[in-house]
């Protein structure tokens, strides 16, 4: 065998060996740990729902911001701790809802109804309204 098809074949293997056991496991899905520092405009057209009481958005895909009351954001991981759907919010009863499974998180994280049981990560929303802009860090 030579150099060439010695690395071919064991690039394959790998590829093998990942596809079965690269998966993540169901009921095991950890909040997003990497740290989180961005800032959002909200006169970005991106984030205008925002401006809205009740309302939220997907930053990235790396954090949820929801408007939960007047000048006060909560921002949590996007991704049900279930088994990682994304989340929205849901301003009636102030939580944070998983379309798949129907887990629901409260504005601390906390899971509230499973079957998640682990809860999201919560970041820090600063909200200056002096150049109209969140900064989410975590
Ligand atoms: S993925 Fe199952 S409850 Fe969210």
Redesign the pocket.
């Known amino acids: 065998m030579n150099r060439k098809v010695f690395f071919q074949t064991a690039l394959a293997g790998i590829g093998v060996i990942c596809a079965v056991g690269c998966e993540s496991k169901a009921d095991d899905m950890t909040p997003d740990s990497d740290v989180l520092d961005l800032t959002i405009q909200l006169d970005d057209a991106r984030y205008k729902d925002l401006v809205k009481q009740g309302f939220y958005v997907v930053v990235e895909n790396r954090v949820v911001v929801a408007h939960v009351q007047p000048s006060q954001y909560v921002a949590v991981s996007p991704k ?1 701790t ?4 994304t989340l929205a919010y849901n301003a009636a009863s102030k939580t944070f809802v ?1 379309s ?4 629901r998180y409260d504005l601390t994280g906390k899971v509230v109804n499973g ?2 049981t682990k809860p999201l990560t919560v970041y820090s929303v600063a909200n200056d309204e002096k150049s109209n802009s969140l900064r989410i860090k975590g």
């Open positions: 049900c279930h088994e990682g759907t998983c798949l499974d129907q887990s079957p998640a």
